[in-house]
């Protein structure tokens, strides 16, 4: 079974200061690891996978697969990050997507 | 290009009743899936379609039943609907291939609101 786990539903971080998202995961197999973003009355949107290894509008995230971790860091927040934020795994050659319970990001001005 | 469009975006049913939604994916995909989201579950996926044939499957029960046609249009049944069966319906759409181990970004589109009194 596969399963992801964000043990944050709610985080607040003031402004400038760093985030961390955190992500764990459960599946047998290899992974693809993703991270999906929702902006306030806006559509899911894939913010960032772990295979691309891109930093996307300044966040980043690594796969440890020792860690079973796939947390999402920013060094300086900002504003426009607010959000709702969902880790998401999927099975290599599957498109079924299991996400996790979402951490709603919230940056203090 | 248009993104994945999703009609309708608001309806109000009663119990027991039936409800059709249907997406239409961006050109070209081929593949397109469901998700349900609730406050209470979150997201969890209904299953997926590839070249008009169901290639996965969620865990919900036989009430939830969906299709694909030739266009690459998608459309997702729920019949004798309960109260719990309120939520939001998502289609996403993606460029994979029909071979395994090939799969692409998905899209999501805004939805179908769906609530059962």
């Known amino acids: 079974a596969q399963r992801v786990t964000q043990p944050e539903k709610l985080l607040s971080v003031f402004k400038g200061a760093p985030v961390e998202l955190k992500c764990n995961y459960s599946y047998s197999g290899s992974p693809e690891l993703f991270w999906y973003v929702q902006y306030s009355r806006q559509r899911l949107q894939l913010l960032l996978r772990?295979?691309s290894r891109e930093s996307i509008k300044g966040f980043t995230a690594d796969l440890n697969k020792g860690e079973t971790s796939f947390h999402l860091k920013k060094p300086f927040a900002q504003e426009e990050d607010s959000a709702m934020y969902y880790c998401?795994?999927?099975?290599?050659?599957?498109?079924?997507?299991?996400f996790g319970t979402g951490t709603r990001l919230t940056i203090i001005p | 290009k248009a993104g994945v469009t999703q009609t309708p975006r608001y309806l109000i049913k009663t119990r027991g009743q039936q409800v059709t939604l249907s997406c239409s994916p961006i050109s070209g995909h081929r593949s397109v899936s469901w998700y349900q989201q609730t406050p209470g579950q979150g997201l969890q996926f209904l299953f997926e379609y590839f070249s008009e044939t169901q290639r996965n499957k969620g865990n919900f029960p036989g009430r939830f039943s969906g299709r694909q046609f030739s266009n690459s249009r998608s459309e997702m049944n729920v019949s004798t609907l309960e109260l719990g069966d309120s939520a939001l319906y998502l289609c996403?759409?993606?460029?994979?291939?029909?071979?395994?181990?090939?799969?692409?970004?998905?899209?999501f589109g805004e939805g179908s609101r769906l609530t059962v009194l």
């Open positions: 998401a795994l999927r099975g290599f050659g599957n498109e079924k997507l299991t």
């Open positions: 996403a759409s993606s460029s994979s291939a029909g071979s395994a181990g090939v799969t692409g970004e998905l899209f």
């Open positions: 772990h295979i």
